[in-house]
């Protein structure tokens, strides 16, 4: 995924315990403000224990202790990640029709999620054939 899509929040986070785990946190507390607690406060059924593990949970209570933390929603990302399992449906075989009803969208928000790709892929290929100014 480019980093275009991912928040200030959502790096640090994902270089501090890796992306698995800022995954699973993203996922469970996507929009929300969690607390850090210490890393002294940190026990078997703390919420953070229980879903990363307390290796990870300290790790991110050192950095963040005793601050509330603002997880991102990481729309754009849940989007990009949609349309491209929507494209690869597509390409597959399935009707438009089909990917709409399954995706809850409509049929023209479908067509125009493949021809944006379409688009996409087109420009890309016209720029992979052009010359530099100094290419010879």
Same mark, same amino acid.
């Given at each position: 995924?480019?980093?275009?899509?991912k928040t200030?929040?959502?790096?640090?986070?994902?270089?501090?315990?890796?992306?698995?785990?800022?995954?699973?946190?993203?996922?469970?507390?996507?929009?929300?403000?969690?607390?850090?607690?210490?890393?002294?406060?940190?026990? =078997?059924?703390?919420?953070?224990?229980?879903?990363?593990?307390? =290796?990870?949970?300290?790790?991110?209570?050192?950095?963040?202790?005793?601050?509330?933390?603002?997880?991102?929603?990481?729309?754009?990302?849940?989007?990009?990640?949609?349309?491209?399992?929507?494209?690869?449906k597509?390409?597959?075989?399935a =009707?438009?029709?089909?990917?709409?009803k399954?995706?809850?969208?409509?049929?023209?928000?479908?067509?125009?999620?493949?021809?944006? $790709?379409?688009?996409d892929?087109?420009?890309?290929?016209?720029?992979?054939?052009?010359?530099?100014?100094?290419? $010879?």
């Open positions: 995924m480019p980093d275009r899509h200030k929040t959502y790096v640090e986070l994902e270089m501090l315990v890796g992306h698995d785990a800022a995954e699973k946190l993203i996922n469970e507390y996507r929009g929300q403000e969690v607390y850090i607690s210490a890393p002294d406060k940190l026990h =078997d059924e703390h919420k953070l224990v229980k879903l990363l593990g307390l =290796d990870v949970a300290k790790r991110l209570s050192y950095y963040w202790q005793d601050t509330i933390l603002t997880l991102p929603i990481q729309l754009a990302k849940t989007l990009t990640e949609r349309n491209h399992e929507i494209v690869a597509h390409k597959a075989g =009707d438009t029709n089909e990917l709409a399954a995706y809850g969208l409509h049929v023209r928000t479908v067509r125009k999620i493949i021809a944006k $790709y379409k688009t892929q087109a420009r890309a290929a016209y720029a992979r054939m052009q010359l530099g100014l100094f290419d $010879y």
